[in-house]
């Protein structure tokens, strides 16, 4: 590029002459052409580079989904899976019916670990129940017994899938409330809940109930509940924020 005639004016607030602005114009007339040419130049490249890029994006894929099959959790028995499966549950609490944790998240991975998961009852061999709390603000119709309704088919099931695995169960149930005559009495939902899981008694191996004395009176009551493989209980006085009784192990 030609020597600069004006350098010594670029930079400061010096206004050209007429004559001196055509002299300028005329000086740029090639490296604004040149310029144009080092664009063209820039976009010809540009556009190889971007098909080079999506080339190597499709060669990558290829490249990853074959080397998947060569993966060595391919090549384990199905009997240490398992137990890779149990040892991701938690150890200091019961399993919760969250899509974050296993055993649930463990079934999200392949359709391969979600009937591996399904076809382990032991995964399924505790878990922590929370009941839904009504929310008289809660504008949408039916959301509340939809909610219920669906907690409580999903503790069925999950309990369900343990086989005859024996069982460790915690339930957190909502307060309670009164009846005509003024007593404590346990709502129509807290009911569901604990009859759900009275239903599997005779596997209950560890159960931690937090709930109302009125529920609690309910799953204590003598009705013909056997539990044979019970070994430790911890009944929680919701109302008044105590523990009621514990006992094991038996």
């Not at 010096?14 to 310029?35: G, H, Q, S």
């Not at 309704?149 to 009164?178: D, H, N, Y």
């Amino acid at each position: 590029m030609a020597a600069a005639p004006f350098v010594s004016r670029l930079g400061t607030n010096y206004c050209p002459t007429d004559d001196e602005a055509v002299e300028i114009k005329a000086l740029l007339v090639e490296p604004i052409l040149r310029l144009k040419g080092l664009d063209d130049e820039i976009m010809k490249l540009q556009k190889a580079i971007d098909q080079l890029v999506e080339e190597r994006s499709r060669v990558a894929a290829y490249v990853e989904i074959h080397k998947a099959l060569l993966s060595p959790v391919r090549r384990l028995p199905l009997d240490i899976i398992q137990e890779l499966f149990i040892a991701c549950l938690p150890t200091h609490r019961n399993c919760v019916m969250s899509a974050s944790e296993a055993p649930v998240l463990l079934g999200r991975v392949c359709r391969s670990w979600r009937a591996i998961s399904l076809s382990t009852p032991r995964l399924w061999s505790s878990l922590h129940v929370v009941e839904p709390l009504w929310n008289p603000a809660d504008p949408t119709p039916g959301s509340f017994e939809e909610k219920v309704a669906r907690r409580l088919e999903i503790a069925q099931m999950w309990l369900s899938r343990s086989g005859q695995c024996p069982l460790s169960i915690s339930l957190r149930s909502a307060p309670g409330g009164f009846s005509q005559t003024g007593s404590p009495t346990p709502s129509a939902t807290s009911i569901q809940f604990m009859e759900t899981l009275l239903s599997f008694a005779p596997r209950w191996q560890h159960i931690h109930f937090t709930a109302p004395l009125s529920l609690l009176l309910v799953a204590m009551s003598p009705r013909g509940v056997e539990a044979p493989q019970l070994e430790t209980v911890a009944f929680y006085h919701q109302d008044h924020h105590t523990m009621l009784s514990t006992w094991g192990p038996f």
